[in-house]
């Protein structure tokens, strides 16, 4: 095989364009110059446009789950209490995090595969009468189960409370319809390298009016993820320390390929690559993880494996040149998925079932070569006659 040639079908970090790439090898610059601020403006707009707010979207160097704890030292004091709503494992980090800052930690969790249901989230809330609870966290797409939450209708019962809402949104914004000021969200939270198409290492994060309040008051000490260091910064476009010129650049050049698109659009063509995937993964005979389909996400396809995963995944690596994901924590040896979000096209998937079953028949599984590809070109096929 000629191993560079390999289709990178995982969650996160995902394939990059060829326009992003370039975009980086631009010749370092001034952060406190006029090129920067220019540089910083077009991205500060393009972001605005993905999350669908008028509030400002700060970007800081880091991995996305630094937008975990800016979201709670921003807002929150010492001892607070806050509920975690967890439907995996990217749910169950949010609250170590929530945890180890010293936060009182209310616990909601819903097995692998479910999603969050909003009238359990009302029913513990309505019990909440002092109400302590100044805090709901959730995941916008859980991308360890492939299953995207009802963000929405959680958002108006956590209103009807009053306490913050705030969106884990690394997996699913700029995949998945998520809209920041129509829902009323308090915090929404991402990362640059899953469905925004760069590299990884920036945590991008948007608070909204009353979230931005709560952080005039609120005493959790911080210094790296301050917003009203970085939102002084923002008025003066600039950040309050060196940021991450190159990333700006990918960033600058994604957000115009997702301008190109429209965001609509995008949506759009995950919708199409969730549905071929599951439509595929059936006709293999194989169950999905995600058990409502109202509710299995168009971003990534977690697939109960009938094999081991690791065996399959290997066989569809080394043989095959797809790369799977794995599972996480305690699904690990259980499920393979398939990531379908970012610089990704229908054409992708297609080539991530043809492995697929592939691998399985590699490793002796009864399955019937081309199955899974039909039916997911069936999906297509609708699609394009409309
Ligand atoms: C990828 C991801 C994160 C953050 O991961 P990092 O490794 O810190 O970038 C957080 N939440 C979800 C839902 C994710 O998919």
Redesign the pocket.
């Known amino acids: 095989m000629l191993r560079e040639k390999s289709l990178l079908m995982i ?2 970090p995902t394939p990059i364009p060829p326009q992003v790439a370039a975009a980086m090898t631009q010749p370092m610059i001034n952060h406190r110059g006029e090129a920067f601020s220019d540089l910083f403006d077009e991205v500060a707009v393009g972001l605005k446009q993905v999350f669908r707010t008028e509030q400002p979207v700060y970007v800081f160097p880091g ?3 630094g937008g975990w704890e800016a979201a709670l030292v921003n807002t929150l004091n010492p001892g607070d209490t806050v509920l975690s709503v967890s439907v995996g494992d ?1 749910g169950e980090r949010w609250f170590k995090v929530a945890t180890k800052l010293g936060l009182a930690v209310e616990r909601l969790r819903f097995e692998p595969g479910q999603a969050a249901d909003p009238a359990r989230i009302a029913e513990r809330l309505a019990d909440d009468r002092e109400k302590r609870i100044k805090a709901v966290l959730i ?1 916008h ?3 360890s189960t492939g299953v995207t939450n009802d963000v929405e209708a959680i958002a108006r019962v956590v209103r009807e409370h009053g306490a913050l809402i705030m969106v ?1 949104a ?2 699913g914004l700029g995949a998945l319809p998520l809209e920041m000021d129509r829902w009323d969200l308090d915090v929404v939270l991402t ?1 640059a ?2 469905a925004l198409m760069c590299p ?1 290492g920036l945590s991008i994060v948007a608070f909204s009016e009353r979230a931005r309040a709560a952080s005039e008051q609120n005493t959790m000490p911080r210094f790296y993820w301050d917003l009203k260091a970085v939102h002084s910064s923002y008025l003066k476009r600039q950040t309050p320390y060196t940021p991450a010129i190159s990333l700006f650049y990918a960033l600058q050049a994604a957000l115009r390929l997702i301008q190109a698109e429209t965001l609509e659009g995008a949506w759009a063509r995950h919708r199409v690559m969730g549905a071929m995937c599951r439509a595929g993964v059936r006709a293999m005979g194989l169950q999905l993880l995600a058990q409502d389909e109202a509710r299995a996400s168009n971003a990534v396809t977690a697939v109960v494996s009938p094999v081991d995963p690791k065996q399959l995944r290997k066989v569809a690596r080394e043989r095959l040149g797809v790369q799977l994901a794995g599972g996480q924590a305690e699904l690990a040896d259980k499920i393979f998925r398939i990531g379908h979000l970012g610089y990704v096209v229908p054409g992708d998937v297609l080539q991530a079932l043809a492995a697929t079953e592939m691998a399985l028949a590699v490793l002796g599984q009864d399955v019937q070569i081309g199955r899974a590809v039909a039916a997911a070109q069936e999906v297509w096929m609708r699609e394009l006659r409309g």
Do not use: I, L, M, R
């Open positions: 969650p996160g991995a996305g789950s990217f995941q797409n859980e991308t884990d690394v997996s990362g390298h899953k990884p």
